[in-house]
């Protein structure tokens, strides 16, 4: 397995255009989460999944963000309406609850959306 | 409530050893993590203690944990140009496994 993969990783969009990004997590992991990265901050938790079932969202998420783990497997996090705030890095992570249970949640490479 | 703390900057000269300090407040917290980051790069799990411990050693790494003042800190072993990074602690929410992150550390190690 290569461990967590994210695409695209760049995205450059205009004030307004819908976005959306993918993650592929690690084959065996059953937890997928979100992330957020601002310049000079630490990652903000945004959403995860058990599964396919979307178990907590952080309020920072609003309205216009929405993410789907339809299979269990590969995630989407899509945001309509993209504002200039939305600009950062976004972050996937994986990790798995099954028999032995590590606790350990391994990142993708990020995709860094800067917005217009 | 949830709030991890780290200093910003730490610079050290190459072959010393760096220790990077972490305080966190909420004590419910399962595990506590450190994480390297490059340039555009994604976070790099390096470590991380159960929190019903007080110390982990993993090569040149050393974590120390304090319970009692919630107080975490990394201590890198002879230190080289390759570990200048920023350098993110993290503490585990219960059931949700969610992290709370720190605003990270750039270390900065000069010949």
């Known amino acids: 397995d290569t461990g967590v993969s994210q695409n695209p990783r760049h995205k450059i969009t205009k004030r307004g255009q819908n976005v959306t990004f993918r993650c592929d997590p690690i084959s065996e992991h059953n937890r997928l989460y979100w992330y957020r990265q601002t310049l000079g901050q630490g990652p903000e938790f945004l959403t995860y999944f058990q599964n396919e079932a979307q178990l907590e969202k952080s309020r920072l998420l609003s309205d216009r963000f929405s993410a789907e783990r339809p299979k269990g497997s590969f995630s989407t996090l899509e945001i309509q309406r993209t504002e200039q705030g939305d600009s950062a890095m976004y972050l996937c992570a994986s990790s798995s609850t099954g028999t032995g249970y590590s606790y350990e949640q391994y990142f993708g490479p990020g995709t860094r959306l800067t917005v217009t | ?111």
Not at chain 2, 1 to 12: C, M, N, R
Request: with cysteine; aromatic share 10%; glycine share 6%.
């Open chain 2, 1 to 111: 409530g949830e709030d991890v703390e780290q200093s910003l900057f730490l610079s050290v000269r190459e072959g010393d050893s760096s220790v990077i300090n972490c305080t966190y407040t909420d004590s419910s917290s399962t595990y506590l993590y450190w994480y390297k980051q490059e340039p555009g790069a994604g976070l790099q799990l390096l470590t991380y203690i159960f929190s019903n411990m007080d110390m982990k050693q993993d090569q040149r790494l050393t974590v120390l944990l304090n319970k009692k003042d919630k107080h975490l800190s990394l201590r890198i072993a002879d230190t080289q140009t390759g570990d200048s990074a920023i350098y993110f602690c993290a503490e585990s929410m219960r059931n949700t496994d969610k992290l709370i992150f720190g605003t990270g550390t750039r270390l900065q190690v000069f010949p």
